[in-house]
């Protein structure tokens, strides 16, 4: 989930592929054991990618955009329910009742935040940060990936500090927990 560029492009490129992620799940009959499979790695990547965000562009925005602050703190809470969701859909077998449910719900606010950050927050920050800035941005977050977690731990903050402290602790200990469980890595 690294594909290079400035911060937006990055994180651009992150939204299209969690969009053919829940079209591969989609795609699944209900209750195929592989649908599970797909949620997990739909799972790594959102956490990832929220993660990544929160220690680095939320702090742009707070910096650089007007009412960066106000714009910050709803994206952080989408991300808040969003892996809300997630620790939900990690106990639900693929033929859950629930599973399709949180599926569904998952899709909705995903979709939505998708659309908040491409359509205001990013031309935002695009016009506020200068090119060498966002191309730094981008490459902080493509390395904060590879050590963030891979699975939803709601009961922690949400925020740049706490991220940058825990983050690549916890990304540790789920990338053993995902080589014990079997669950695929990546």
Do not use: W
């Not at 699944?28 to 929160?54: C, F, I, M, N, Y």
């Not at 939320?58 to 910096?63: G, T």
């Not at 077998?93 to 899709?107: E, Y």
């Not at 500090?161 to 079997?182: E, I, Y």
Request: glycine share 6%; proline share 5%; with cysteine.
């Amino acid at each position: 989930m690294a594909h290079g560029g400035n911060v937006i492009q990055e994180l651009t490129a992150d939204h299209r592929e969690v969009d053919q992620m829940f079209a591969e799940i989609e795609a699944q009959a209900a209750g195929d054991p592989r649908r599970r499979e797909l949620a997990d790695e739909l799972t790594k990547e959102l956490v990832r990618h929220s993660v990544a965000e929160e220690e680095y562009l939320y702090p742009a925005v707070r910096r650089f955009v007007d009412d960066g602050d106000d714009l910050a703190d709803e994206e952080i809470s989408d991300h808040a329910q969003v892996e809300r969701m997630l620790k939900e859909l990690e106990g639900c077998k693929a033929d859950d009742p629930r599973f399709d449910t949180l599926i569904t719900q998952l899709k909705s606010a995903v979709t939505s935040h998708v659309a908040d950050e491409e359509k205001r927050l990013f031309p935002l920050l695009a016009e506020s940060c200068s090119a060498d800035l966002l191309m730094e941005l981008g490459d902080k977050v493509r390395t904060a990936k590879q050590s963030a977690p891979t699975r939803p731990h709601p009961s922690t903050p949400h925020t740049a500090q706490a991220n940058k402290l825990l983050a690549p602790g916890m990304g540790m200990v789920d990338r053993v927990r995902d080589l014990l469980t079997g669950r695929a890595t990546g």
